[in-house]
């Protein structure tokens, strides 16, 4: 089992920066981690993954040179740090970890999810 908690999330200008960040517990190897993110009324969608093995990272277009995801093996945690915010990056933003070494970390699926914390942009 892996639990992920969430925490960091706010309410911020446009323009404004945030941190969020997600800590992992549970003993099994986590091949992936990601970000991802739902709005209201809309899907979810990935905003960026990380291979736990090598710091490979891969970002959704409309985040690219913004955001930055980042691992801290000892501390067990993951980040996402954010700049630039718009108001279209309002959403529940919510870690996931995928135990499988199969697949792109982009595209897989996982398998453990975190809740969720609330980023608020405001125009």
């Known amino acids: 089992q892996v639990q992920l908690v969430e925490s960091g999330g706010g309410s911020v200008q446009a323009g404004g920066s945030l941190r969020v960040s997600c800590a992992a517990s549970?003993?099994?190897?986590?091949?992936?981690m990601g970000w991802f993110r739902q709005a209201p009324g809309k899907e979810r969608e990935v905003v960026a993954t990380?291979?736990?093995?090598?710091?490979?990272?891969a970002y959704a277009d409309s985040v690219k040179g913004r955001f930055t995801i980042s691992q801290d093996n000892a501390k067990r945690t993951l980040y996402l740090q954010m700049s630039s915010l718009k108001p279209e990056d309002t959403a529940m933003y919510s870690c996931?970890?995928?135990?499988?070494?199969?697949?792109?970390?982009?595209?897989?699926?996982?398998?453990?999810w975190g809740q969720g914390t609330q980023v608020t942009v405001s125009s």
């Open positions: 996931a970890a995928s135990l499988s070494p199969v697949g792109d970390c982009y595209t897989k699926s996982y398998d453990y």
């Open positions: 990380i291979r736990t093995s090598d710091g490979r990272t």
């Open positions: 549970g003993y099994r190897y986590r091949f992936c």
